[in-house]
């Protein structure tokens, strides 16, 4: 499975992006999809995952609220709603694939990764 994230960019405190993530080598639908991001320095932070479905979804505490995923598994293609973005919130954030499973929020249980696309929050 290759995953290509894109949608990153520079955006002020308060504004939305949208990022997508784009999967090929691999039905989208069959797996777990998951968002992280880093920053320099520190541990790779889970965001939200979402199932093949679009059913069930799991966000941290610090996005509830504010982010949101989907996915559109005829596009083979997942999103992340960014809104009411904060400083807080700049990091790289990457999209991530593991067969189906429940909750998974460790980077470790994700096989398949992206990328990265920097979201740049300026305040």
């Known amino acids: 499975v290759q995953l290509q994230a894109s949608g990153g960019g520079l955006v002020q405190a308060g504004g939305s992006l949208r990022l997508s993530c784009a999967a090929s080598?691999?039905?989208?639908?069959?797996?777990?999809m998951g968002w992280f991001r880093q920053t320099p320095g520190k541990e790779r932070e889970f965001v939200v995952h979402i199932n093949w479905s679009g059913g069930s979804t799991y966000y941290a505490d610090s996005v509830k609220g504010r982010f949101t995923v989907s996915r559109d598994n005829a596009k083979n293609t997942v999103y992340l709603h960014m809104n009411s973005l904060k400083s807080e919130d700049t990091a790289v954030y990457y999209c991530a694939a593991r067969p189906q499973g429940g909750l998974r929020s460790r980077p470790y249980e994700y096989d398949y990764w992206g990328q990265g696309t920097q979201v740049t929050v300026s305040s």
């Open positions: 080598g691999r039905t989208l639908s069959s797996l777990l």
